[in-house]
């Protein structure tokens, strides 16, 4: 185990993670807090009407929902393709191939 | 106006006592058919994975409703839809920070989590430290975090059956008068939790909370869906109508009814109630991934997959059930009102159940009325018990896990002792919570909610997230983060308008706030890092074999724990 932590494909492995995971965070987090942000000292702004009864409050509230949703899919859509087949390689590897997922009855106890 | 809702109150007593048959006959068969889940789960609890993680066996979308159950509390379904009814685009504000903080739970700390640890949130915090102290700290953040939760919780509760029942004050049912009632309620809902915990363990109450996510998802989207009929599918006309009926007009359908209020002429109040809406903003969208209760719910699952699939499983569920709960929210507003609303619960906690009702006597009369209204308050009923649930599990699996093998017995406890100290536990917490919550019952415990998220994104998300990915991170360094951050937390609450000071403050009688806002995430989040680095940097201790262990089974899943074979 430790000495996978200095390979190669390990170091692959957290870049093809981290490529996706910091900036995303690092993205909806600043998202979400320009919306409260917003709310608590642009409300010029947010109640300034689109159309009918909607304003860009209710607007910026649900593309809030919208971005969530949408992370949420192109993460599960990046792993998938990107970081899963890199783990299940350096898994196989680590706890020999037909023991798979379940091997872990003996792995270290915390 | 005055005539509506006293017209609205004598209404409720006319059908209140058909309606409350259907409601007592549909609580008694959801009882019946939740703990007959249990005794079937208790026979198949065996090991220790069995109790603590219900074997690992649940599917991703199986755990996702869980997860969402978990989430979609009472105070969630009745708080936030009574919160819109009220005061419009606010309640929807605060269901917003609850629905981006899964996206922390999710890129971060799900699967990493499920790889790497086995029960609880301690096994990965304290993978490369010295166990007894660590895990000490993360059992007090845990259950700390789980009580204050499950109290806000079973006041609600009381509150909610009383109300549910409708009985009014003055008047008595089954012999009951509204402040029996309340009690009853608190009794009953804390012997359900227990008896599902105790004898379900996570298999029981796992099952329990995807037989209620199924039952909240289908009556809200009933009840939405014959609010928008009511409107032709129109959802501009039933905003419109809404904000006419608030009588606050446009700003009902923009922030600052509830958050944030500006103070006419006083600039300080002002500053301090914009800056609460942000410490509010922080708490919730960084404590969500710091939930003790929800935390555990990765180890359900077989796999880190299945763990990520279940976050999005739930964050459909829960994204999905908030906008159906601002259709619920302005829904009340319009067809019950706030004069009627307000009569009946000043927080508006029963709009949803009114407005079941109304709906249903707009569609089939009187009988739909009270069956509609049956419905909604089984599933209320519902909610709050496999949220509670939740919460005692997780917090008797840390007691048994963390505290009494890992620190009391020094991991030498065996699974057979550890599950049943883990039963007792669950007997013992629920005990405890019965009795506060009915010495609380009368205490205005709203804010508990608030405070729950603000520790967990104070205490237990820095830590867990430093354990995860800083390599000089220590014993130290952890254990003063959760003691820093948790107590921050609490501590800025003891001295905040909330809990004295102020008419509507927990000890209305006295005055010792010095801390100008309601919910501390602003400061005590910062702190709680704060005191995690200055700790780690302060103690020469570091581990790097067992940080390069433990990124390894983090990101690979090798020796993760599997699913039980049966």
Request: some cysteine; hydrophobic content about 55%.
């Amino acid at each position: 185990m430790v000495a996978m932590h200095s390979d190669p494909r390990f170091d692959q492995l957290r870049r093809s993670l981290m490529r996706f995971v910091l900036p995303v965070s690092v993205g909806f987090l600043a998202w979400y807090l320009l919306y409260v942000l917003m709310s608590a000292y642009a409300r010029d702004v947010m109640s300034t009407v689109l159309f009918g009864d909607v304003n860009v409050a209710l607007v910026f509230g649900v593309l809030q929902f919208a971005s969530t949703f949408g992370i949420a899919i192109m993460y599960a859509r990046y792993a998938d393709r990107k970081v899963d087949p890199l783990a299940d390689d350096l898994r196989t590897e680590l706890t020999g191939a037909a023991a798979g997922a379940s091997a872990g009855r003996t792995g270290g106890r915390a | 106006m005055t005539t509506t809702a006293s017209h609205a109150l004598l209404a409720a007593e006319e059908v209140s006592s058909s309606s409350r048959t259907l409601t007592i006959l549909v609580f008694i068969v959801m009882i019946a058919v939740t703990l007959g889940v249990t005794v079937w789960a208790g026979r198949q609890t065996k090991s220790a994975a069995d109790f603590h993680s219900g074997g690992r066996e649940f599917s991703g979308m199986q755990n996702g409703f869980a997860i969402g159950s978990d989430y979609m509390s009472a105070a969630s379904f009745l708080g936030i839809a009574g919160m819109i009814a009220l005061f419009g685009y606010d309640g929807f504000l605060y269901s917003i920070g609850f629905l981006v903080a899964w996206l922390v739970a999710l890129l971060l700390v799900a699967e990493l989590l499920r790889n790497s640890g086995r029960f609880t949130m301690a096994d990965v915090l304290s993978y490369r430290m010295q166990q007894r102290p660590v895990r000490t700290a993360a059992a007090v953040s845990t259950i700390t975090v789980s009580i204050f939760y499950l109290l806000a919780q079973m006041v609600g509760a009381g509150a909610v059956v009383a109300l549910l029942l409708g009985i009014q004050p003055g008047e008595t049912y089954l012999g009951m008068d509204a402040d029996t009632a309340k009690i009853v309620g608190i009794v009953v809902v804390g012997i359900l939790m227990t008896l599902y915990v105790t004898f379900g363990g996570m298999k029981g109450t796992t099952w329990v909370q995807i037989i209620k996510a199924g039952m909240l998802m289908g009556g809200t989207i009933v009840l939405a869906a014959l609010v928008m009929a009511i409107y032709g599918f129109d959802f501009g006309e039933l905003m419109s109508d809404a904000s006419n009926a608030s009588g606050a007009g446009q700003s009902f359908l923009e922030p600052g009814l509830r958050f944030g209020v500006e103070v006419p002429g006083d600039a300080l109040q002002t500053m301090w109630n914009k800056l609460d809406l942000i410490s509010l903003g922080l708490a919730l969208v960084l404590g969500t991934a710091g939930l003790p209760h929800i935390l555990i719910r990765f180890y359900t699952v077989p796999d880190s997959k299945a763990a990520r699939k279940s976050v999005n499983w739930g964050i459909g569920l829960i994204g999905s059930f908030y906008l159906m709960t601002l259709i619920l929210g302005f829904g009340a507003a319009a067809l019950v009102g706030k004069e009627a609303i307000t009569a009946q619960d000043a927080a508006g906690n029963t709009a949803a159940p009114q407005l079941a009702r109304e709906v249903g006597e707009h569609f089939g009369g009187e009988f739909f009325g009270s069956v509609m209204l049956a419905v909604i308050a089984a599933v209320a009923f519902a909610a709050i018990l496999s949220t509670v649930a939740g919460l005692v599990i997780a917090s008797s699996s840390s007691l048994a896990h963390d505290f009494y093998n890992s620190v009391v017995r020094k991991g030498r406890a065996s699974e057979h002792e550890e599950i049943k100290v883990a039963r007792l536990s669950a007997f013992g917490i629920g005990a405890a919570s019965i009795v506060l919550a009915i010495f609380a019952q009368s205490l205005n415990v709203a804010f508990l909610v608030g405070l729950a998220f603000a520790i967990a994104a104070s205490a237990n998300l820095p830590t867990l997230l430093l354990s995860l990915f800083w390599k000089r991170f220590n014993t130290r360094g952890a254990v003063a983060g959760i003691y820093g951050g948790l107590i921050s937390a609490v501590g800025l609450v003891v001295f905040s308008p909330v809990f004295s000071g102020t008419e509507k403050a927990l000890l209305p009688g006295i005055d010792i706030a010095w801390f100008p806002l309601t919910n501390p995430g602003l400061v005590s989040i910062p702190l709680g890092l704060l005191c995690a680095i200055v700790g780690t940097l302060s103690s020469g201790e570091s581990n790097p074999r067992r940080f390069a262990e433990l990124q390894v089974r983090a990101l690979t899943g090798a020796g993760a724990e599997g699913a039980a074979k049966h």
